[in-house]
């Protein structure tokens, strides 16, 4: 044993671990700090990793409970929703008028029911298309699942910029293979010359198309909100509403425009 250790090292040796037992490789390792972020664990001290010994002498590792947490708030993150989750929840949406109770109560029941369904909520400005979509959104993160948010006007006008381009199918496909997109404002145009809204460009009907067929064909939750209503949607690409419409059972909302309901104006309340 030990040939090669010079005996007064040998002795100092052994007398230190009587005195204190000699650590294992795992509680060094479990001692040193690691470097993750946003969450402080006591645990594993930022590493992610707890280490052991076997029976047999093998330091092994396994990960810390504490990275259920960090992947969920890294979910949240990406999401790009972190901020208005926190003001538009089921539970500050009012429900003056028997209409946005049924509207609310489908938001609900579609969380509960939380599979390959569709949300859409379409027409009229005000009536809380946004408020219940992000609260559904929302509830579905705190599932478990990768929820992504789409605000149409901003990442349109990103990726009809690069549509020939390789870049534009990285740029894509988060959206198109997240566990549930909720893409907010649909075909939300500028205003042209005389106030009026111009139509959606051939550009972003074959955008919203590509995006929504392929969410169509792997039956991947979509929450949708828009200014059409089902019927507008419709008529400006009968492909992507017919989509929308027959995913959408259950929980398609089209308000036909009526500022007596528009929230930000007193409607509703
Ligand atoms: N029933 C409601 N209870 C509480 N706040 C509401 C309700 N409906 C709408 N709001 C609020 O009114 C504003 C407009 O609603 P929003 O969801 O953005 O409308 P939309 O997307 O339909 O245009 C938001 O601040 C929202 O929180
Ligand atoms: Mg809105
Ligand atoms: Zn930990």
Not at 146 to 160: D, F, G
Not at 203 to 222: C, H, K, M, P, Q
Request: glycine share 10%; net charge positive.
């Amino acid at each position: 044993m030990l040939p090669h250790i010079p005996p007064e090292i040998l002795e100092a040796y052994r007398s230190a671990s009587t005195s204190r037992p000699r650590r294992s490789d795992a509680e060094r390792l479990n001692e040193a700090r690691g470097s993750l972020t946003g969450y402080d664990c006591p645990v594993c001290r930022n590493k992610g990793l707890i280490y052991s010994e076997t029976e047999d002498g093998y330091t092994v590792s396994r990960p810390c409970e504490c990275m259920d947490l960090r992947r969920a708030q890294a979910r949240l993150r990406a999401s790009g929703l972190q901020s208005s989750m926190e003001v538009y929840r089921f539970d500050n949406f009012r429900m003056g008028a028997q209409w946005q109770e049924r509207f609310k109560l489908a938001a609900e029941r579609f969380v509960r029911e939380g599979g390959e369904a569709w949300f859409f909520a379409g027409g009229q400005p005000g009536v809380g298309k946004t408020h219940l979509c992000t609260a559904i959104a929302g509830a579905l993160l705190g599932q478990g699942k990768a929820v992504r948010y789409m605000l149409w006007r901003e990442a349109s006008a990103q990726l009809k910029a690069c549509v020939n381009e390789p870049e534009y199918e990285r740029l894509l496909r988060p959206y198109k293979e997240a566990d549930v997109l909720y893409i907010d404002d649909l075909f939300k145009t500028g205003r042209g010359e005389g106030g009026r809204r111009k139509p959606p460009t051939p550009g972003d009907v074959n955008l919203a198309f590509d995006l929504i067929n392929y969410r169509y064909i792997s039956r991947a939750a979509t929450i949708l909100s828009t200014e059409l209503t089902i019927e507008e949607l419709l008529e400006t690409d009968e492909a992507i509403g017919s989509r929308v419409y027959q995913r959408s059972r259950g929980f398609c909302f089209s308000f036909p425009a009526d500022r007596a309901k528009n929230y930000r104006l007193g409607g509703g309340a």
